[in-house]
Every structure is written in C-alpha cells, then in structure tokens.
C-alpha cells in the first residue's frame, strides 16, 4: 500500500514538473549590484500608470501584482489608490507617466515604505487578441533609485505564449471548469491574462 502511494505521488509529481516546464519564462529582469545591501520589509504598490489607461484596467492591474507580489515575495506589500496621492508633489508627473525620485521618497516616509514598487504600462490591448506590455520597478526609499526591474510582452495570438498560458493555468487550477479547458478563459479575461502577466514579473523577484 505504502509502495503504490509512493509511486502515486512520484507520478503525480512528474506530471506536475512537466507542467512547470511548460510555463515558459517571458519576463526580463536586472537587479542593481548593491541590491543585498538595502533592507526591504514593508512595499508600496503604486497604482499602475502608462498609456492612457483607464481606472478600471488600472485597478485590475494592481490587483494582479498584489496578489502576485505577495505570493513571490517576503515583502508586506501595501496597495496605494490615487487618494493617497492627493497630498504628494509631483502627481501630475505621476499621473502623466513618470515618476520622480522625491515624489518616492515623500511617499516612502508618509506610510513607513522601505521601498516602493512602480508599474508602467507601455502598451495593452485588453480585447481579443489580448496583449499587454508592462514593466515594474522596485524604488528604493532611501534614494529614490530603482534597484530592480522587470518587464514582459504578451501577445495572446503568439503561439507560444498560448502555450505557456494554459500550463500555467492547469498548473494552478484557476479557471478550471468541468471540461478542463478553463485556461481558455484566460484567453479573453482581462483579469486573468493581466494574472499571467504579473506572475511572469513577479517570479523573477
């Protein structure tokens, strides 16, 4: 009995490795050299700015890192809405696409941050074929300097890419329906291929 489970198991886990092998690695990634010498507990997650973004795809987006960061990383990651900008300089830069290092570094002191996350969208198509351009970047608080980056390019009409989404949903379960196909969903659900995304910047925390 003990060998069949054992074997059961190792079969199990096989099937799952090669799932994982399946998922492939989009994302590009670059850390700066003295990256281990900042210490990093509690991150602000900015709201996610670019090209003309709307408030309710924006607000996706967030949510899809957040939940992604959180899973990746050891950080506390702390949500900010555009309210908690209100009283910071250098919004309207903000808000128009960049970021400044002072604006950062007020915010970092406002809500205690060791550092904060800052995505930018440069492009996106959240109808089908879905796709999306997205990079995230790790602000120190210290000095306003990004010390990590990493950014992906999804086009859902790419083969390969079509690939990779539906292992990494059967790898998760999510969007499972009765029929196994549930990954299809991915294919046409902002929020799951916004999910995708952020996954793919993520792991390379």
Known sequence: MRRALLVGLL???GCSSLVQQRIEHFATGRVASDFDSYSIHRVG???II?????????ELLQSAFFVEL???????????????????????????GVYEPKMVIDLARRFHFDAIFVGTVVDYQFYTPQSISVELELVAAETGAAIWASEVHLDASAPRVRKSLEAFYQEGGAGETENGDGWRLALISPRLFSQFAAWQVARLL
């Open 45 to 47: 997650l900015l709201p």
């Open 50 to 58: 670019g090209r003309s973004m709307d408030q309710a795809h924006a």
């Open 11 to 13: 079969a199990l886990g």
């Open 70 to 96: 959180s899973k990746q990383s050891t950080f506390d990651i702390v949500p900010l809405s555009e309210r908690d900008l209100e009283e910071i300089d250098h919004t309207e830069s903000y808000v128009r």
